[in-house]
Nanobody, 123 residues
Framework: QVQLVESGGGLVQAGGSLRLSCAAS????????MGWFRQAPGKEREFVAAISWSGRYTYYADSVKGRFTISRDNAKNTVYLQMNSLKPEDTAVYYC????????????????WGQGTQVTVSS
């Protein structure tokens, strides 16, 4: 079992930055691939970024590529999402997820989910 707790969300102006953190419980964190997803009001949950268990491979949605950076610290059982140049359309609840995934963009392949943290970008 893995429990995930996100933090770092908040209100920021367009063009600003935020760093989200996702702290995981359990001694097997380093064996899980990690992903960030987001869900805006009235929309489906969508893939944002993912990182392999080793940290060697990262993946991004086209909408955030070049602006967001995913990283992990296995010693701290934590995955991060650095978000720069934020836009109003980035407003959503952001969720982290863990799993031994076969398709990083597919939320159904993740086994564990956090409760989410709200990110609001004002124009």
């Amino acid at each position: 079992q893995v429990q995930l707790v996100e933090s770092g969300g908040g209100l920021v102006q367009a063009g600003g930055s935020l760093r989200l953190s996702c702290a995981a419980s359990g001694r097997t964190f380093s064996s899980y691939d990690m992903g960030w997803f987001r869900q805006a009001p009235g929309k489906e949950r969508e893939f944002v970024a993912a990182i392999s268990w080793s940290g060697r491979y990262t993946y991004y949605a086209d909408s955030v590529k070049g602006r967001f950076t995913i990283s992990r610290d296995n010693a701290k059982n934590t995955v991060y999402l650095q978000m720069n140049s934020l836009k109003p359309e980035d407003t959503a609840v952001y969720y982290c997820a863990a799993g031994r995934v076969t398709a990083y963009y597919n939320m159904r392949t993740y086994s564990y989910w956090g409760q989410g943290t709200q990110v609001t970008v004002s124009s």
